[in-house]
Protein backbone atom coordinates (compact mmCIF):
# COMPACT_ATOMS: atom_id res chain seq x y z
CA UNK A 1 0.00 0.00 0.00
CA UNK A 2 0.92 3.46 -0.79
CA UNK A 3 -0.33 6.70 2.11
CA UNK A 4 0.31 9.93 1.00
CA UNK A 5 0.51 13.27 3.00
CA UNK A 6 0.15 16.73 1.35
CA UNK A 7 1.37 20.03 3.05
CA UNK A 8 2.03 23.18 1.76
CA UNK A 9 -1.47 24.83 1.09
CA UNK A 10 -2.38 28.15 1.79
CA UNK A 11 -3.69 31.80 1.25
CA UNK A 12 -1.45 33.81 -1.56
CA UNK A 13 -2.25 36.48 -3.42
CA UNK A 14 -2.18 37.03 -7.03
CA UNK A 15 1.03 36.60 -8.29
CA UNK A 16 2.33 34.66 -5.78
CA UNK A 17 4.21 31.00 -5.18
CA UNK A 18 3.14 28.22 -3.15
CA UNK A 19 5.51 24.58 -3.39
CA UNK A 20 3.08 21.69 -2.36
CA UNK A 21 4.61 18.77 -0.80
CA UNK A 22 3.13 14.88 -1.23
CA UNK A 23 5.18 12.15 1.82
CA UNK A 24 4.55 9.17 -0.10
CA UNK A 25 4.95 6.26 2.83
CA UNK A 26 5.12 2.42 1.60
CA UNK A 27 6.50 1.15 -1.37
CA UNK A 28 7.53 4.33 -3.80
CA UNK A 29 9.43 2.20 -5.83
CA UNK A 30 5.92 0.66 -7.10
CA UNK A 31 4.42 3.69 -8.11
CA UNK A 32 4.52 4.07 -11.48
CA UNK A 33 3.35 7.66 -12.13
CA UNK A 34 2.29 10.10 -9.70
CA UNK A 35 -0.08 13.73 -10.28
CA UNK A 36 -1.84 16.87 -8.88
CA UNK A 37 -5.11 17.27 -8.84
CA UNK A 38 -7.40 19.64 -7.93
CA UNK A 39 -11.12 20.53 -6.96
CA UNK A 40 -12.70 23.70 -6.93
CA UNK A 41 -16.23 24.49 -5.38
CA UNK A 42 -18.68 22.91 -7.56
CA UNK A 43 -16.84 21.61 -10.36
CA UNK A 44 -15.31 17.87 -10.96
CA UNK A 45 -11.51 17.06 -9.98
CA UNK A 46 -9.28 17.96 -12.29
CA UNK A 47 -5.80 16.86 -14.02
CA UNK A 48 -3.17 19.50 -12.78
CA UNK A 49 0.23 18.04 -13.63
CA UNK A 50 1.64 13.98 -13.86
CA UNK A 51 4.96 12.88 -13.70
CA UNK A 52 6.13 9.26 -14.83
CA UNK A 53 8.98 7.09 -13.22
CA UNK A 54 11.14 8.11 -16.23
CA UNK A 55 10.64 11.64 -15.46
CA UNK A 56 8.36 12.70 -17.84
CA UNK A 57 5.58 15.15 -17.07
CA UNK A 58 2.13 16.13 -18.33
CA UNK A 59 0.54 19.74 -17.33
CA UNK A 60 -2.91 20.90 -17.80
CA UNK A 61 -2.82 23.66 -20.43
CA UNK A 62 -4.40 26.04 -17.74
CA UNK A 63 -1.16 25.99 -15.83
CA UNK A 64 2.11 25.20 -18.24
CA UNK A 65 4.14 27.33 -17.69
CA UNK A 66 3.71 28.46 -14.02
CA UNK A 67 3.52 25.34 -12.27
CA UNK A 68 6.38 22.46 -12.41
CA UNK A 69 5.92 19.14 -10.93
CA UNK A 70 8.89 17.57 -9.56
CA UNK A 71 9.67 14.09 -7.41
CA UNK A 72 12.68 13.44 -4.66
CA UNK A 73 13.20 9.70 -4.59
CA UNK A 74 14.87 9.87 -1.64
CA UNK A 75 13.08 11.75 -0.07
CA UNK A 76 9.58 9.59 -1.06
CA UNK A 77 8.48 13.36 -2.06
CA UNK A 78 6.36 14.68 -4.88
CA UNK A 79 6.31 18.74 -4.90
CA UNK A 80 4.38 21.08 -7.12
CA UNK A 81 6.33 24.54 -7.44
CA UNK A 82 3.44 27.06 -7.93
CA UNK A 83 4.13 30.91 -9.54
CA UNK A 84 1.97 33.22 -11.02
CA UNK A 85 -0.77 31.77 -9.04
CA UNK A 86 -4.55 33.40 -9.86
CA UNK A 87 -7.55 33.21 -8.18
CA UNK A 88 -8.58 30.33 -10.54
CA UNK A 89 -6.34 28.13 -8.96
CA UNK A 90 -7.72 28.43 -5.70
CA UNK A 91 -8.74 24.41 -4.50
CA UNK A 92 -8.29 21.89 -3.20
CA UNK A 93 -5.83 20.22 -4.38
CA UNK A 94 -4.88 16.33 -4.11
CA UNK A 95 -1.64 14.55 -4.38
CA UNK A 96 -2.08 10.85 -6.50
CA UNK A 97 -0.10 8.08 -7.04
CA UNK A 98 -0.74 4.50 -9.49
CA UNK A 99 1.11 1.88 -9.16
CA UNK A 100 2.88 -0.68 -11.30
CA UNK A 101 -0.78 -3.47 -10.32
CA UNK A 102 -2.63 -0.46 -11.34
CA UNK A 103 -3.93 0.60 -8.08
CA UNK A 104 -4.68 4.29 -7.12
CA UNK A 105 -3.73 6.03 -4.07
CA UNK A 106 -5.40 9.46 -2.96
CA UNK A 107 -3.89 12.22 -0.31
CA UNK A 108 -6.66 13.89 2.07
CA UNK A 109 -6.08 17.09 0.21
CA UNK A 110 -4.54 20.45 0.99
CA UNK A 111 -6.76 23.86 0.44
CA UNK A 112 -5.10 26.64 -2.25
CA UNK A 113 -6.78 30.02 -1.70
CA UNK A 114 -5.88 32.63 -4.12
CA UNK A 115 -6.86 36.07 -3.04
CA UNK A 116 -6.42 39.72 -2.69
Known amino acids: QVQLMESGGGLVQPGGSLRLSCAAS????????MGWYRQAPGKQRELVAL???????NYADSVKGRFTISREYTKNTLYLQMNGLKPEDTAVYYC??????????WGQGTQVTVSS
Open 51 to 57: IASGGPT
Open 96 to 105: HAHTIYASDY
Open 26 to 33: GSFTRIAR
